[in-house]
């Protein structure tokens, strides 16, 4: 019953975002989809890889808000005690909260590119199913220490809007810095299939670069750790 | 007594910075009995209470509860399987159902008496599909309550569990106390309202200042503390009653009051020597004990 109580928790702010992230997807690619003549295939792959960047925005930030609650929050709000008092460890608290965000963020990366991969096919310009799946390898795979870092936060500041500001704060501080000074570790190019497009063709490589999802998802890991090892030491 | 203590303390202490929220606390709270656990505001109960959940980690000393070590993780989220708790601001979660708070809370306690449910929602006249964010103070501290009940503790760990009841919430929710004490329940509940203490209170434990002032049956203090008032026909000497058993001493002119622990017939026979001209003995009751006893820290 943890998980129902994740999903009461989260499932306004995860259907909003899903539904805002898909909308935007199938408009935009159904709206561009118009404007390209004659050569489209180049076209629709460099509008593809846009939508990618548009949609890993929005994705971001909604996985940033998902991240949000937790038993901090509780505190702030006065329900800690009862959720302590609950037969679970605190381990488990957050862990079924991050499962539940995972699930989530993994939903609301694959749904809004699959509805584009209908569209494109109604329209009767098809892409191939490799490169769908690569654009959500990429949003999810490199994209889930974005979640990390915004649970890590949730777990040591409790305020409602401090929160969510510090952890979009991170987000746009890491992109710029990385992007000055350390440009080939940067997570936003990773997510986004910068680090993977082909200039020409504006398809995306079918080497992913794994190296760095394995990196980012162990670094997702290492946070969510640090995450419980904090929710542990605090007190209630 | 350790082995008859479902909550045992052993110089237990909660330090903040230089402030000292609990103080070397040593508390055995017996199996099957009501004890009232009784102190001013942040007296240090609700800290006590925190520390014996796991939720507040003490800065020294030790404790257990119903056997298990309250600072081992592990076996704290064991005992609480078998605690109910119910917090002073009765938290629960705004964006559940009645039906739905229901339902979460007994998926943890296989003991879930469904029975007990059904009769409390019944006499408490839970809607069960209003959200909790929308019931009244009192509605939100009945689902705490029937939450607690129907889970059958071991163990029922209250926090002011009365506020916001009306007098016939009150009534039910001293009633049931008894009830489940009666079924072998062990209670252990804080609370402001005196009056209610006395009624179904056993034991009585008061703190002050997070240190533990009285830990006493309330049949003994029943027996045992007096309010003596004494009329002399000339000023008396405080300290001709510096007698044991004797808490405090007022005098007003002519006038002594005394209020003691015991001795009061000591304390009697020394008045008649002194050439008291009335003596009146009176039994007390908590609300006094308490007062003195506060007051005394």
Same mark, same amino acid.
């Given at each position: 019953?943890?998980?129902?109580?994740?999903?009461?928790?989260?499932?306004?702010?995860?259907?909003?975002?899903?539904?805002?992230?898909?909308?935007?997807?199938?408009?935009?690619?159904?709206?561009?989809?118009?404007?390209?003549?004659?050569?489209?295939?180049?076209?629709?792959?460099? %509008?593809?890889?846009?939508?990618?960047?548009?949609?890993?925005?929005?994705?971001?930030?909604?996985?940033? %808000?998902?991240?949000?609650?937790?038993?901090?929050?509780?505190?702030?709000?006065?329900?800690?005690?009862?959720? %302590?008092?609950?037969?679970?460890?605190?381990?488990?608290?957050?862990?079924?909260?991050?499962?539940?965000?995972?699930?989530?963020?993994?939903?609301?990366?694959?749904?809004?590119?699959?509805?584009?991969?209908?569209?494109?096919?109604?329209?009767?310009?098809?892409?191939?199913?490799?490169?769908?799946?690569?654009?959500?390898?990429?949003?999810?795979?490199?994209?889930?220490?974005?979640?990390?870092?915004?649970?890590?936060?949730?777990? %040591?500041?409790?305020?409602?809007?401090?929160?969510?500001?510090?952890?979009?704060?991170?987000?746009?501080?890491?992109?710029?810095?990385?992007?000055?000074?350390?440009?080939?570790?940067?997570?936003?190019?990773?997510?986004?299939?910068?680090?993977?497009?082909?200039?020409?063709?504006?398809?995306?490589?079918?080497?992913?670069?794994?190296?760095?999802?394995?990196?980012?998802?162990?670094?997702?890991?290492?946070?969510?750790?640090?995450?419980?090892?904090?929710?542990?030491?605090?007190?209630? | 007594?350790?082995?008859?203590?479902v909550i045992f303390?052993?110089?237990?202490?909660?330090?903040?910075?230089?402030?000292?929220?609990?103080?070397?606390?040593?508390?055995?709270?017996?199996?099957?009995?009501?004890?009232?656990?009784?102190?001013?505001?942040?007296?240090?109960?609700?800290?006590?209470?925190?520390?014996l959940l796991?939720?507040?980690?003490?800065?020294?000393?030790?404790g257990t509860m119903l056997g298990k070590q309250i600072?081992?993780?592990?076996?704290n989220?064991?005992m609480?399987?078998?605690v109910?708790?119910?917090?002073?601001?009765?938290?629960?979660?705004?964006?559940?159902?009645?039906?739905?708070?229901?339902?979460?809370?007994?998926?943890?306690?296989?003991?879930?008496?469904?029975?007990?449910?059904?009769?409390?929602?019944?006499?408490?006249?839970?809607?069960?599909?209003?959200?909790?964010?929308?019931?009244?103070?009192?509605?939100?501290?009945?689902?705490?309550?029937?939450?607690?009940?129907?889970?059958?503790?071991?163990l029922?760990?209250?926090?002011?569990?009365?506020?916001?009841?009306?007098?016939?919430?009150?009534?039910?929710?001293?009633?049931?106390?008894?009830?489940?004490?009666?079924?072998?329940?062990?209670?252990?509940?804080?609370?402001?309202?005196?009056?209610?203490?006395?009624?179904?209170?056993?034991?009585?434990?008061?703190?002050?200042?997070?240190?533990?002032?009285?830990?006493?049956?309330?049949?003994?203090?029943?027996?045992?503390?007096?309010?003596?008032?004494?009329?002399?026909?000339?000023?008396?000497?405080?300290?001709?009653?510096?007698?044991?058993?004797?808490?405090?001493?007022?005098?007003?002119?002519?006038?002594?009051?005394?209020?003691?622990?015991?001795?009061?017939?000591?304390?009697?026979?020394?008045?008649?020597?002194?050439?008291?001209?009335?003596?009146?003995?009176?039994?007390?009751?908590?609300?006094?004990?308490?007062?003195?006893?506060?007051?005394?820290?």
């Amino acid at each position: 019953m943890l998980w129902y109580k994740a999903w009461l928790e989260t499932r306004s702010r995860f259907l909003i975002s899903l539904a805002t992230i898909t909308i935007f997807c199938a408009v935009f690619v159904h709206h561009a989809q118009g404007m390209i003549r004659p050569n489209w295939t180049s076209d629709f792959n460099r %509008l593809l890889f846009f939508n990618q960047l548009y949609a890993a925005i929005l994705w971001i930030m909604a996985v940033v %808000l998902l991240g949000m609650g937790g038993i901090v929050r509780e505190k702030a709000i006065g329900t800690s005690s009862l959720t %302590l008092s609950l037969p679970v460890s605190r381990a488990r608290l957050v862990g079924v909260r991050v499962g539940m965000g995972m699930i989530e963020a993994i939903v609301m990366g694959i749904v809004p590119w699959a509805a584009v991969f209908m569209i494109s096919a109604l329209a009767k310009m098809p892409i191939l199913m490799s490169q769908v799946c690569s654009y959500v390898i990429l949003l999810v795979g490199g994209g889930l220490v974005y979640f990390a870092m915004a649970i890590l936060v949730s777990s %040591l500041v409790a305020g409602e809007y401090t929160a969510p500001a510090l952890a979009l704060g991170i987000v746009l501080l890491a992109a710029m810095l990385f992007d000055t000074w350390l440009r080939r570790f940067n997570l936003w190019r990773l997510v986004t299939g910068d680090f993977s497009i082909d200039r020409n063709t504006f398809l995306l490589s079918e080497h992913l670069p794994w190296l760095g999802i394995l990196t980012s998802v162990s670094v997702a890991a290492l946070m969510l750790l640090a995450s419980i090892i904090v929710v542990q030491n605090r007190e209630f | 007594m350790t082995n008859e203590a479902v909550i045992f303390t052993q110089a237990l202490t909660k330090r903040y910075g230089a402030v000292h929220a609990v103080r070397e606390l040593n508390l055995a709270v017996r199996r099957n009995r009501v004890t009232a656990f009784l102190g001013k505001n942040g007296a240090g109960k609700s800290t006590t209470i925190k520390m014996l959940l796991g939720m507040v980690r003490p800065t020294a000393g030790e404790g257990t509860m119903l056997g298990k070590q309250i600072t081992d993780t592990h076996q704290n989220v064991d005992m609480r399987r078998r605690v109910a708790y119910v917090a002073e601001d009765k938290p629960l979660y705004g964006y559940m159902t009645i039906e739905q708070t229901i339902r979460f809370a007994s998926s943890f306690y296989p003991d879930w008496r469904t029975d007990i449910e059904r009769k409390l929602l019944s006499d408490y006249e839970l809607p069960l599909r209003r959200k909790v964010r929308e019931l009244s103070k009192g509605m939100r501290t009945k689902l705490a309550l029937l939450l607690a009940f129907a889970r059958q503790p071991e163990l029922l760990i209250l926090d002011e569990p009365s506020e916001g009841l009306d007098p016939v919430g009150i009534e039910h929710l001293l009633q049931t106390l008894v009830a489940q004490s009666a079924d072998g329940v062990s209670v252990f509940f804080s609370s402001h309202q005196i009056a209610e203490v006395e009624r179904v209170a056993d034991d009585v434990c008061i703190l002050e200042k997070g240190s533990l002032m009285m830990d006493t049956p309330l049949d003994d203090l029943r027996q045992f503390y007096r309010r003596i008032d004494l009329v002399f026909p000339f000023p008396p000497l405080e300290r001709e009653f510096q007698i044991s058993g004797v808490e405090s001493i007022r005098t007003s002119g002519l006038q002594m009051s005394l209020f003691t622990s015991a001795n009061a017939d000591a304390v009697v026979e020394r008045a008649h020597d002194l050439h008291a001209v009335s003596v009146e003995v009176a039994p007390v009751s908590l609300r006094e004990i308490f007062l003195e006893t506060v007051k005394e820290a």
